[in-house]
């Protein structure tokens, strides 16, 4: 079973940066796919960002040139870095393991004057 905690979302500016982190724990295999999606209120939820084993990332249109998904070098932790938030970008925002089709419980995120 692997267990995903995410962490970093709060309330921040239009303009401003989060950096969101997902811890991975128990049967796992490192460098394997893994994403970032999010859920606004009445909205499905949709991805965000993914990252392949060989390095290879997927960006949404709304957040390329913004947002970037990155991981340690253990495999056991994956980042979302988010620039230049907009209010659309208000979310939960989700960490998926893909093997296994795992999500964490989300953190929120909240972009506001």
């Known amino acids: 079973q692997v267990h995903l905690v995410e962490s970093g979302g709060g309330l921040v500016h239009p303009g401003g940066s989060l950096r969101l982190s997902c811890a991975v724990s128990g049967r796992f295999t490192s460098l394997d796919y893994m994403g970032w999606y999010r859920q606004a209120p009445g909205n499905q939820r949709e991805m965000v960002a993914t990252l392949a084993p060989n390095g290879v990332t997927n960006y949404a249109d709304s957040v390329k040139g913004r947002f970037a998904i990155s991981r340690d070098s253990f495999g056991k932790a994956l980042f979302l870095q988010m620039n230049r938030l907009e209010p659309e970008d208000t979310a939960v925002y989700y960490c998926?393991?893909?093997?296994?089709?795992?999500w964490g419980q989300g953190t929120q995120v909240t972009v506001s004057s």
């Open positions: 998926r393991y893909a093997r296994t089709n795992s």
